[in-house]
């Protein structure tokens, strides 16, 4: 990945914003965009940090926190919104809060072709699942960006994606 100058303070925004949101449970599958994230929430004791073997998986998970009274977010790669594309039916007939942030791939100076396509229909593929998209591209957008989706989801009952553009993370490099 190319360094980003900004990386340390728009990372630990994504935290910060879930956090002060009194997210409980950040629900995951390993991706370094949201390395920072993660790591944080594994060392918070207020935050159960879970790790997941598929995305579809963090769908219910939140469902479940959200009915025990507890608020949650997902973190994941676009590759992953296609696996959840049948779950997000859940969301929307149960009509209960879903947060998702959501690391772009396929997206602007891709590397591996086999990215693109679902990169290409991560935005489109959630908003007609009924999930309302947002899209930073510069470290300054992410905080007020998921500060609102958060307040949409968690105060408006709403389905809410928080995209984060490959500019903003880094172009990734192929490693021989």
């Given amino acids: 990945m190319t360094p980003d ?4 303070s728009w990372r630990q925004d994504v935290f910060d ?22 790591r944080l929430a594994e060392a918070d004791p207020e935050i159960n940090a ?8 963090g769908i219910g998970y939140l469902a479940g926190a ?6 949650g977010a997902l973190l994941m790669q676009s590759s992953g919104v296609g696996n959840c594309i049948n779950t997000l039916g859940l969301v929307a007939c149960a009509r ?27 935005e489109p593929a959630l908003r007609l699942m009924g999930v309302l998209t947002w899209r930073a591209e510069e470290p300054e957008q992410v905080r007020p960006l998921l500060q609102g989706a958060a307040s949409m989801a ?22 021989k």
Avoid: S
């Fill in 5 to 8: 100058p900004d990386a340390a």
């Fill in 154 to 175: 968690f105060e408006g009952d709403a389905a809410c994606a928080v995209l984060l553009g490959q500019r903003l993370i880094g172009r990734k490099e192929w490693v």
């Fill in 50 to 57: 879970v790790v997941l073997t598929t995305e579809e998986e």
């Fill in 66 to 71: 959200w009915l025990g009274g507890e608020r």
């Fill in 96 to 122: 209960f809060p879903f947060l998702t942030v959501v690391t772009m791939r396929g997206d602007w100076a891709e590397f591996n072709p086999w990215q693109t396509p679902m990169g290409q229909a991560t």
């Fill in 17 to 38: 914003v879930l956090k002060a949101a009194g997210v409980r449970h950040v629900a995951y599958v390993p991706d370094a965009g949201h390395a920072t994230a993660i």
